[in-house]
């Protein structure tokens, strides 16, 4: 008699306590040890900053004679797995490179719950914090403290094809503002060939609003929230804005086109269907790697100002490193932070390897930033760069940042139905009555955020 | 035959376990949380039923039910047929040519709605994607069709997507209901003189009347979960979409649940979800027995 047949519940009972008892001695069986934790644990989500902290790190665990773990996540996934980590209390990395507009989400509710350490003192303390561009802090800063060191400044400018603008007979110089760039604009967005399909238009702007309507603001001086969190985007200068972007992506004789992104930007350049894209230093070098084939062609030029005389740049995109409460190390943690962003001897390789500018003013001297740049026309374009650098906006973070960006695309999307319908008659009125609607929903929004704190004080 | 002794009870009991900690208590605690504001797990204040007054007085709310309902209604009233005219197709077909549609008309379901969200985004591109480009070549318009920022094609462009993705998904269901189907039944009422739509209307619906119904139910249930699709397509405005022309119930929930962190306004909206798909399923199911009555 086997010993199936011994079972006194059946075969199948007996099938499933031979696959229950054979799991868990493989799963003991093969189950690897866990190395020890290294000194520090350092995440990031982009490739260049990977490859370029792997060469540098191996210096620091050198000179202080400790561990280094390095880390690449996705981003998206390595914001919502700090996150949740921070919420849950569980294991963190001690430092993790986020991008900007996600400090919100690590500020919520009473101070004491923040996962992130205030840096504000330690910047001062080492003679940091007049070194940087003070616009930057405003991104990573909550209640008056700083909460990550700002990796770079993305100062922005417009990219464009140097043979393409030459036949159609623009003279870039003259593009000083916004005003003659429409002007010129509206004279080369046009269909030439009669086949009732647009041949060029002046630039790309998003179709809905999003990041080009946010950058636009950030020029014009507006901003999603003043320095002390207040909803600050319903003003009549933003209201202006709306306007002047309706017209410009849907007006009669409108002069943008949204080329959405990736391989669509690269192929409307090639094509030559849009004149002027919006280059931000670190974008200056994703057209390098994605779009080749217009190597000596390119050129950048200061974005036109609002008012003769006014700002010339905006600024699109951040990353600010972190280092998260929970670390066991954390002085450890803040000269690693420093190391990696400020240390000398690889500032200027990795401009080269980036394209992005150091957020450390005195690094702007760097001979790396003066080198020509062959895919732009050998301009110098980190010194280009870095002169438009201190004049970038400051952007102020909140909790609620992703409902004010919400609810101004929504203010703008409601406008344009109204533009559809009557043109511009009554619009401005419209445009307001929607930007104050946006403003106090994301402001109920910030309601419930300060009970909150209030509530668990 | 009646086990006696404490073997039985050892069997269930991880079943039993894994059933209190996975399903009995996140229940409980999430019917806990719908009355708090909270910041993770970690700080909470009691608010009573302000979440749920709060998400009443949203307009972000209001856009995600009436997507989602508008959803709902278009998978019920345009998936569903074109599944189901799919499988009578199929059906009067060989069963080689069967297996063959068969396979090809599910295998978009295998591969699961993100990629499905990457795939068509690249498709609906602006000047560039499959979809404006064919609809210039056949339409003379639609070149420029800004189906994913523009909020009056937002709608239709996930619509789009889901049927490529779900139609095959319930073909099969019907496919299969339509071979239990009595053929003599069919056969009888050809004889008596029925047209081809009255044998469907007439015979075939009603024979496979349960299936039709636990379709029905489960679509709209899909719908008002509707999730990963629309994130995809619309990832860079956190799945609203221009004029949050592209926010579903789920992704509401998912916003203001996980990415604020705010889990009590994330459970009330879990409910308010729960109660819609519950009244929906228990009026579907009224009306299943009202007419086989």
Not at chain 1, 109 to 122: H, N, Q, S, Y
Not at chain 1, 354 to 369: F, G, Q, R, S, Y
Not at chain 2, 149 to 155: A, E, G, V, Y
Not at chain 2, 269 to 286: C, E, K, M, N, Y
């Amino acid at each position: 008699m086997s010993l199936i047949d011994k079972y006194p519940y059946g075969k199948a009972p007996f099938a499933l306590l031979v696959i229950a008892i054979v799991s868990v001695g493989l799963r003991i069986a093969t189950a690897r040890r866990h190395a020890d934790r290294p000194d520090l644990v350092v995440v990031t989500h982009t490739d260049a900053h990977y490859a370029a902290y792997r060469k540098a790190i191996p210096r620091f665990e050198q000179e202080h004679g400790v561990k280094v773990q390095l880390q690449l996540v996705n981003w998206a996934s390595l914001q919502a797995r700090v996150q949740n980590a921070v919420l849950a209390g569980t294991e963190t990395p001690d430092l993790a490179e986020m991008f900007e507009s996600t400090l919100g989400t690590f500020t919520r509710g009473p101070a004491e719950d923040f996962g992130v350490m205030d840096l504000t003192d330690r910047l001062h303390r080492d003679g940091l914090y007049d070194r940087i561009v003070e616009s930057r802090f405003s991104l990573w800063s909550a209640r008056g403290r700083i909460y990550a060191l700002p990796h770079d400044v993305h100062p922005l400018m417009l990219a464009y094809r140097t043979d393409l603008v030459a036949k159609l007979g623009i003279d870039v110089s003259q593009l000083d503002t916004w005003d003659k760039f429409v002007e010129v604009g509206q004279r080369i967005t046009r269909d030439a060939d009669g086949d009732k399909v647009l041949d060029h238009y002046m630039i790309d702007l998003r179709f809905d609003g999003a990041w080009s309507l946010d950058a636009l603001m950030w020029q014009r001086g507006g901003q999603f929230f003043d320095a002390q969190g207040n909803v600050a985007f319903a003003t009549e200068d933003t209201a202006e804005l709306i306007r002047w972007y309706i017209l410009q992506v849907h007006g009669p004789h409108k002069i943008a086109f949204d080329c959405g992104w990736g391989q669509s930007v690269g192929k409307a350049m090639t094509d030559g269907l849009v004149v002027f894209q919006w280059a931000p230093d670190w974008r200056s070098w994703v057209f390098e790697d994605e779009v080749p084939s217009l190597k000596g062609k390119m050129a950048l030029m200061p974005l036109p100002a609002w008012k003769p005389g006014g700002r010339r740049t905006s600024v699109w995109g951040g990353t600010g490193l972190m280092i998260m409460k929970g670390t066991k190390n954390p002085e450890l943690a803040w000269e690693l932070a420093k190391f990696l962003y400020f240390d000398g001897r690889d500032q200027g390789q990795r401009f080269l390897a980036t394209n992005i500018i150091p957020v450390l003013k005195d690094a702007w001297n760097l001979p790396e930033l003066e080198r020509p740049n062959p895919y732009w026309s050998n301009l110098p374009i980190g010194r280009m760069y870095a002169a438009l650098a201190p004049e970038t906006p400051a952007v102020y973070s909140s909790p609620v940042e992703a409902q004010a960006r919400i609810n101004l695309d929504l203010a703008y999307a409601r406008s344009i139905d109204h533009f559809l319908k009557h043109g511009e008659a009554g619009l401005m009125e419209v445009i307001r009555a929607n930007l104050a609607e946006g403003a106090a929903a994301v402001r109920r929004y910030a309601d419930r955020e300060h009970k909150l704190r209030v509530a668990t004080r | 035959m009646i086990y006696k002794g404490p073997a039985p009870y050892l069997f269930l009991s991880p079943y039993l376990f894994l059933t209190a900690l996975f399903v009995i208590v996140p229940f409980v605690n999430a019917i806990v949380l719908a009355f708090y504001e909270t910041n993770g797990p970690r700080s909470r204040a009691f608010v009573g039923l302000d979440n749920f007054r709060f998400l009443f007085q949203d307009a972000n709310f209001h856009a995600a039910l009436l997507n989602t309902t508008i959803f709902a209604l278009v998978s019920v009233c345009v998936q569903l047929p074109l599944a189901m005219g799919l499988a009578l197709l199929l059906n009067g077909s060989g069963s080689r040519v069967r297996s063959i549609f068969r396979l090809i008309f599910f295998s978009p379901n295998l591969v699961g709605q993100v990629l499905v969200g990457i795939l068509f985004s690249v498709l609906f591109t602006p000047r560039y994607g499959l979809i404006p480009r064919g609809l210039q070549e056949l339409l003379h318009r639609g070149l420029e069709a800004q189906w994913l920022t523009d909020p009056r094609l937002i709608m239709p462009a996930i619509v789009m997507a889901s049927l490529w993705l779900w139609v095959g998904f319930n073909m099969v269901y019907f496919l299969a209901a339509l071979q239990t189907v009595d053929k003599s039944l069919e056969e009888a009422a050809r004889i008596d003189g029925a047209s081809a739509w009255q044998v469907f209307w007439h015979v075939t619906l009603p024979s496979m009347r349960h299936v039709v119904v636990f379709v029905v139910i489960m679509t709209v249930i899909g719908s008002y979960q509707l999730f990963e699709l629309p994130l995809t397509l619309l990832s860079e405005s956190y799945g609203y979409g221009a004029k949050n022309a592209g926010l579903t119930l789920i992704t509401y929930l998912n916003y203001n649940g996980f990415r604020t962190g705010d889990l009590g306004l994330g459970s009330a909206v879990g409910w308010v979800i729960a109660l819609i798909i519950f009244t929906i399923s228990l009026i579907q199911i009224r009306f299943a027995r009202l007419t086989e009555d």
